[in-house]
């Protein structure tokens, strides 16, 4: 049986980041952000591979089932989709797993998880700092509804 961390070391062998890192170091640092045995974590380690590899949905979720599967499709950017209706989409999904995990996404992306050896261009910034306050706001409505007000 493949592990997801096995999978994923090899999908994005030898690619690197903007600052010429492994790629795999992001999504790795992504996926610290959660317990190592949990969905969220497997889930993490895979946020990227729909969109930046020749996986399928339907290869994931042969492979790692519809708890993993479905919350990495909703995190993976769709062809012609704005960046403001990719976030909206995430936040309307009601998926718990796939926004943390976007979360942490943008987190590492705005270098908060790790320091960067490259700065972020101020739009992206602004592009990731909005998205991220969308991200918390829906995890927060979220959580109020499952756990109530607090």
Do not use: W
């Amino acid at each position: 049986m493949t592990t997801v961390f096995d999978f994923v070391a090899k999908k994005f062998d030898g690619i690197v980041d903007k600052s010429g890192e492994p790629y795999l170091r992001h999504l790795t640092t992504v996926a610290a952000q959660f317990p190592q045995q949990s969905d969220a974590y497997r889930v993490a380690l895979l946020h990227d591979v729909l969109e930046d590899t020749d996986v399928t949905y339907d290869e994931l979720r042969d492979m790692f089932g519809y708890f993993i599967a479905d919350p990495v499709a909703i995190i993976s950017r769709q062809p012609n989709e704005t960046y403001v209706e990719f976030i909206n989409r995430i936040c309307a999904s009601g998926n718990r797993t796939a926004i943390a995990v976007k979360i942490a996404d943008n987190r590492d992306n705005l270098g908060i998880l790790r320091k960067r050896a490259y700065q972020l261009p101020s739009g992206m910034q602004e592009r990731y700092s909005t998205a991220l306050e969308k991200l918390e706001k829906a995890l927060y409505e979220i959580d109020k509804k499952e756990f109530g007000e607090k």
